[in-house]
């Protein structure tokens, strides 16, 4: 299970890395934060900040990740696309290997607590037999059949 997830996942990664592209883009904004509110993080756990770039002489503004602590004019590094749109970065090998780590461990958790739950099952299972055996037993305790018990 780890080792399909992380295959499928580098080949994502490397599908996105070869119809993708970097470029420098121009962070227009200072990251900011709602009122009262740490900055805007994005789900890299990046600042997320408002960029242009110009991608075969076409140019592009949106909201990019800009790493912690960016600043208004600052040039950073972002991915896009063959239409020149922001895309997110591929992933790295650490990230794929997190990621099939994370599979794993569920598929194992996931089959461990399958099994239990069987157990648990076939045990109550046995036990309703079981009581029903002794139900029985107890109730036939003395009458012998065919005799009167006088």
């Known amino acids: 299970m780890g080792t399909a997830t992380y295959t499928r996942l580098t080949d994502q ?29 994005g789900p890299t756990g990046q600042d997320q900040v408002r ?10 503004t949106g909201i990019v990740d800009s790493g912690v602590g960016a600043r208004a004019g600052q040039t950073v590094t972002v991915w896009v696309d063959e239409d020149g749109n922001y895309m997110q970065a591929p992933n ?19 089959g461990t607590v399958g099994c239990g739950l069987l ?11 079981h009581r029903a055996q002794w139900q029985r037993e107890w109730q036939s305790l003395g009458h012998t059949p065919g005799w009167s018990i006088s």
């Open 13 to 41: 990664a490397h599908q996105a890395a070869t119809s993708g592209q970097q470029v420098p883009a121009a962070l227009l904004d200072d990251p900011r934060p709602p009122m009262g509110e740490p900055p805007t993080r």
């Open 51 to 60: 960029a242009r770039w110009v991608v075969d002489g076409a140019e592009h």
């Open 119 to 129: 157990l648990i099952g076939f045990h109550w299972l046995l036990d309703k037999r």
């Open 92 to 110: 790295t090998g650490t990230d794929n290997a997190i990621g099939a780590l994370g599979a794993a461990l569920g598929f194992l958790v996931l």
